[in-house]
């Protein structure tokens, strides 16, 4: 019975992380090489990642991209893993963000 409950609770624990970092049906996660500090350069690479997995992409400015007829709000998270610095790019679905503007 504890070892059940053990199992129960570590994959509660994992869903949860998961969902906290993001890994959510219809969200975008991209990994990309390098850092970059200039953001054209970053929505550049972006957009050049999704058209490598054959996705219609177009900018459309303040962070927001139309990718394959959907809006997609873009956020960036960088994730400490010890001595490392780790970034994460995720592409959310607009209508799923509650507290940006209506634009």
């Known amino acids: 019975m504890q070892i059940v409950l053990f199992l129960a609770i570590i994959g509660l624990c994992l869903f949860g992380f ?59 998270r960088n994730i400490s893993m010890g001595a490392f610095l780790y970034k994460e790019q995720f592409l959310n679905p607009k209508n799923d963000i509650q507290c940006f503007s209506k634009n």
Request: charged fraction near 35%; avoid cysteine; aromatic fraction near 16%.
């Open 18 to 76: 998961n969902w906290l970092m993001g890994y959510r049906k219809d969200y975008i996660t991209i990994d990309l090489d390098e850092r970059y500090m200039d953001f054209g350069e970053y929505v550049k690479a972006i957009q050049d990642e999704l058209v490598k997995q054959g996705r219609e992409v177009s900018y459309k400015g303040n962070r927001k991209f139309i990718i394959d007829g959907r809006s997609y709000i873009f956020i960036e």
